[in-house]
């Protein structure tokens, strides 16, 4: 049982080059979210998805885009790299419950830096 | 949009000192959840509160739920070093999927 598992761990990009980083689960969660994370910003919630065939938007999700073709993969698309887009990237995982729990599961993070 | 709030951003402990942590929300949520990261790892989730004035203890760390469900905050009693890292506070909306995360409070703690 894995978990969260993202790839790849780091990642540099030049200015409008695109990219894909992956995620996939292996608990069998309907959530699935992607979060960026900068200093002093705390975690800021870009994608997110309650099933497959199903996304929408969170609160950053200007240059990203993201498809739920199966329960386990949540890909988050990098469409045309920009150094405001260096950051920590996580993807976390969750059972939907009556109660919207959404209790996360992270995975270990992609740093990706755009010169 | 719903906006989470966490004060104070930093926190230096002295080691076996006390210290509160605060957690506010603008609007109401359907619950509250902790979570911890260690530098250079990922958030892990510590605790859940979901009724209106719930209290919840781990060891050392007591958390509670505002009566309104807008605020939470998290104790922690006799800081040792292992409780070095940076709590996050998150929240769905009453009415939603969306788990926004507050800000953080960075604890560095002195031996």
């Known amino acids: 049982n894995a978990g969260v598992t993202q790839t790849p761990k780091f990642q540099v990009l030049k200015t409008g080059q695109s990219m894909t980083l992956q995620c996939a689960q292996d608990?069998?969660?309907?959530?699935m979210s992607w979060y960026r994370q900068d200093p002093g910003m705390g975690l800021r919630l870009i994608h997110y998805?309650?099933?497959?065939?199903?996304?929408d938007q969170g609160e950053v999700p200007n240059g990203y885009n993201v498809s739920r073709s199966t329960t386990e993969d949540f890909p988050l698309r990098l469409l045309s790299a920009a150094p405001s887009q260096t950051s920590v990237y996580f993807c976390?995982?969750?059972?939907?419950?009556?109660?919207?729990?959404?209790?996360?599961?992270f995975g270990a993070g992609s740093r990706l830096t755009v010169l | 949009g719903q906006q989470v709030m966490q004060i104070p951003q930093y926190q230096h402990v002295q080691e076996g000192e006390d210290f509160t942590t605060y957690c506010n929300s603008s609007t109401t949520l359907s619950n509250i959840q902790w979570y911890k990261q260690r530098p250079g790892g990922h958030p892990v989730f510590l605790i859940q509160l979901v009724k209106s004035g719930e209290v919840k203890k781990q060891k050392r760390l007591t958390f509670q739920f505002g009566e309104a469900k807008k605020n939470s905050s998290l104790h922690i009693t006799a800081t040792q070093t292992t409780d070095v890292g940076t709590y996050f506070c998150a929240g769905p909306p009453a009415a939603g999927n969306k788990l926004t995360f507050g800000g953080g409070t960075r604890v560095l703690v002195k031996p």
């Open positions: 608990m069998n969660h309907e959530y």
């Open positions: 998805s309650v099933g497959a065939g199903i996304t």
């Open positions: 976390a995982s969750s059972y939907a419950t009556p109660s919207g729990a959404n209790v996360l599961t």
